[in-house]
């Protein structure tokens, strides 16, 4: 069984950075698997932030690029999302997720967002 | 701001089939799968349908989904009380190298 927890303060100032971890038990996150950042903020709907893969590639939501670093610690089967410049706008429950794929000669298959952790709250104040 | 359209809300009674829709665009939905996330009250996001109509293990068969060019649905058959939550439609979008979802339609079970 593939678990996945956030960890990180609940509570960010804002104009701050937000740092939040995600750590993944039941799997290596070296694996052909992509690791998602995902967040909903009150009232709205699902937003993806950007993900990374173990070997350091990263994709990242085209509105949020600026300011949103996503990086992976293979030693400690983490990965973890930065994000500088934070507002009110930042507030949301922030999901990690496993982004499941498969590789099958040249070409690649997605499954979705197949594994979630919790959640956590991050409220900029 | 939401690159899939999914319509707010949707409404049925138990044993009714509803249905939800998602509209995307041609580098989203038409080139790739529509995925479909369940949302209930409390709970985690859960991936309902993979790779446009593909059930993951524990989804029931009342659930099921389709595509059509940039156009998807959701089709829940058998409405049950316990259905009631947020369903999500999501997509790869290559022209961004990401995951795009839509704003989400609240589903009630009168």
């Known amino acids: 069984q593939v678990y996945l927890q956030e960890s990180g303060p609940g509570l960010v100032k804002s104009s701050g950075t937000l740092s939040l971890t995600c750590t993944v038990s039941?799997?290596?996150?070296?694996?052909?698997?992509?690791w998602s950042w995902v967040r909903q903020s009150p009232g709205q709907g699902l937003e993806w932030i950007g993900e990374v893969h173990h070997s350091g590639s990263t994709n990242y939501n085209p509105s949020l690029e600026s300011r949103v670093t996503i990086s992976v610690d293979k030693s400690r089967n983490q990965f973890s999302l930065r994000m500088n410049s934070v507002t009110a706008a930042d507030t949301a429950v922030y999901y990690c997720?496993?982004?499941?794929?498969?590789?099958?000669?040249?070409?690649?298959?997605?499954?979705?967002?197949?594994?979630w952790g919790p959640g956590t709250t991050v409220i900029v104040s | 701001q939401s690159l899939l359209t999914q319509p707010p809300s949707a409404s049925g009674t138990p044993g009714q089939r509803v249905t939800i829709s998602c509209s995307g665009t041609?580098?989203?939905?038409?080139?790739?799968?529509i995925y479909w996330y369940q949302r209930l009250p409390g709970m985690v996001p859960k991936l309902l349908i993979s790779k446009t109509s593909q059930r993951p293990s524990g989804v029931p068969d009342r659930f099921s989904a389709s595509k059509s060019g940039t156009s998807g649905s959701l089709a829940i058959d058998g409405l049950r009380s316990e259905d009631e939550g947020d369903y999500f439609c999501a997509a790869w979008d290559d022209s961004v190298s990401g995951w795009v979802f839509g704003g989400g339609t609240k589903l009630t079970v009168l």
């Open positions: 039941g799997a290596y996150i070296r694996s052909y698997n992509w």
């Open positions: 041609s580098s989203s939905l038409e080139l790739n799968s």
């Open positions: 997720a496993r982004d499941k794929r498969e590789q099958m000669g040249p070409i690649d298959y997605y499954y979705g967002l197949d594994v």
